[in-house]
């Protein structure tokens, strides 16, 4: 969902958790939450795994 992408993208963007629950205005726990749906879905277990999972199954763009 377009939510998930969001999270995804700024990830990418080298954002830690506190910087993007404050850029999303959500709780950290919500991020933390929300990411570890997110590595499921992907089937990765870190960080750097979920960005390039996402930008080959081009669900993110590259940061510019």
Do not use: C, H, M, W
């Not at 993208?9 to 990411?35: C, D, F």
């Amino acid at each position: 969902n377009a939510r998930q992408v969001a999270f995804v993208q700024l990830v990418g963007e080298g954002l830690a958790y506190p910087a993007i629950a404050g850029r999303l205005n959500l709780s950290l726990g919500t991020i933390k939450a929300e990411l570890q749906v997110i590595f499921k879905k992907l089937k990765v277990d870190d960080r750097s795994r979920l960005v390039a999972a996402a930008l080959s199954k081009n669900l993110v763009s590259r940061p510019s």
